[in-house]
């Protein structure tokens, strides 16, 4: 019902994601209810649906190459894409961040702090893993995505 997601289509050479001049309330109390658990501080949420328009971004751009190559993936969930394309978005970020001509977009420091509360977000979520899920983590992991979770993981 809300526009808070990020999406890419290689077919239009398009990636959706949020407007944020049309960000509601109710678009924010949606992401704080199903996407932070019940967090209660707007300020941050709103923060966070900012600095995920970049590393998002740069997940769904990897997504258009991905594309673009007529990668295929069988599994679906698209667990190879998405191994591939969340390895490739952090460093995107961070070397979109050093160009020069992009300076008024990225101040010193931004694209770290972006980074920093991915990182963190990412390694937050895990500590709430159970066994299973954190050794079918690793095996998808550390195969590059070609030996997927279990459906029951992935959803």
Known sequence: PYEVSFMASSAENLISYPNLD?????HIKFVMENYQH????????????????????????????????????????????????????????????KD?????????GFAAEVLHKTIKDDVDARRKWDKEVETEYVTWRDSFGLKPPSNKTCE
């Open 38 to 97: 019940g967090r209660k501080c707007e300020g941050r949420t709103r923060r966070d649906v900012y600095f995920w328009c970049f590393d998002r971004t740069c997940h769904e751009i990897s997504h258009l190459v991905q594309g673009i190559a007529d990668q295929k993936d069988p599994h679906g969930f698209s667990m190879s894409a998405e191994h591939d394309a969340s390895i490739g978005a952090y460093s995107l970020l961070w070397s979109i961040s």
């Open 100 to 108: 020069s001509e992009l300076k008024d977009i990225f101040p010193r």
């Open 22 to 26: 049309k960000l509601s309330e109710s």
